[in-house]
């Protein structure tokens, strides 16, 4: 995929996921602040991970590479049955030392043009409506909002927020 120069000055490697990245990928993961992962889904445990592994011919799945660490992590979830044909799931996390540096638009970018590529016809992510950052990101893409779940997001807080569903037709 290739080298990107972020914002800082520091360059980082863009490539595939593969399954050799198991445990650089853990490392990632259980190294993401609090903050990183507020909006999040975790626990992102060996299981979860595994599972990503297990499944890569039905995903896109990018990583970037600092210093021979996972420093991010984005993918597209291809959905298999046929009755949901050209449609996929999004999700991507950044480590925190890497955010706000340009590396989520441009990961973002490349799934999207390998989305493309692969002539995937639509995308969808959720998104928790108080996470402006990742909103103000996926609209810069091409990304909608859609539609709205209201408190079905049990924050770490103990409260109920909203969840945003955003699409892109490709």
């Known amino acids: 995929m290739g080298i990107v120069r972020l914002k800082g000055d520091r360059s980082v490697l863009i490539r595939r996921l593969l399954p050799e990245d198991r445990e650089r990928l853990l490392t990632m993961y259980s190294s993401l602040s609090a903050e990183a992962i507020r909006w999040g889904m975790p626990p992102y445990d060996k ?34 049955h046929k009755r949901r044909k050209g449609l996929g799931d999004l999700l991507i996390y950044i ?49 909608k909002i859609e539609g709205v779940s209201k408190e079905s997001y049990f924050g770490e807080d103990e409260k109920y927020y909203d969840l945003l569903t955003m699409g892109i037709i490709l």
């Open 47 to 80: 299981t979860v991970v595994d599972k990503w592994l297990s499944n890569l011919r039905n995903e896109i799945a990018l990583v970037a590479i600092y210093d021979d660490r996972i420093i991010g992590h984005a993918q597209i979830y291809k959905f298999p």
């Open 95 to 143: 480590h925190q030392d890497f955010q706000n540096k340009g590396l989520g638009t441009r990961m973002l970018g490349k799934l999207l043009k390998d989305a493309r590529r692969q002539k995937l016809h639509r995308l969808t992510l959720d998104v928790v409506a108080d996470n402006e950052a990742a909103i103000h990101l996926y609209e810069r893409m091409g990304f």
